[in-house]
């Protein structure tokens, strides 16, 4: 287990960016993930990354827009948003996973153990 904050969440107008942080004491010890859940809807995956930072996994719906990447160094995870979009109005919420392998991503949520508060990220139209 390990304590995620993530931060960066904001109001920021369509078309715009947004970095979101997630940091952990431990988090270089595992396999991080970005989910989010907007009101009324089920958490859905975002984006992962392996232990090592070399792998990546993004949902269609991101892919080419947002970037997930990690500083191992800082035990720190980044999500790099741009083009977003008013659909994307979510809570967003990092996840922390795995351990045993270097370059395994997790799509699922029970793949991770461990979870931030979440941040709020308000795309306006």
């Known amino acids: 287990q390990v304590q995620l904050v993530e931060s960066g969440g904001g109001l920021v107008q369509a078309g715009g960016s947004l970095r979101l942080s997630c940091a952990g004491s431990?988090?270089?010890?595992?396999?991080a993930g970005w989910f989010r859940q907007a009101p009324g809807k089920v958490r859905e995956f975002v984006a992962a990354?392996?232990?090592?930072?070399?792998?990546?996994d993004y949902a269609d719906s991101v892919k080419d827009r947002f970037t997930i990447s990690r500083d191992n160094a800082k035990n720190t995870v980044y999500l790099q948003m741009n083009g977003l979009k008013p659909e994307e109005t979510a809570v967003y919420y990092c996840?922390?996973?795995?351990?045993?392998?270097?370059?395994?991503?997790?799509?699922?949520?029970?793949?991770?153990?461990?979870w931030g508060q979440g941040t709020q990220v308000t795309v306006s139209s």
């Open positions: 990354i392996s232990r090592s930072g070399g792998v990546t």
């Open positions: 431990t988090l270089s010890n595992y396999a």
């Open positions: 996840g922390a996973g795995g351990s045993a392998f270097w370059s395994i991503t997790y799509r699922t949520n029970t793949d991770y153990h461990s």
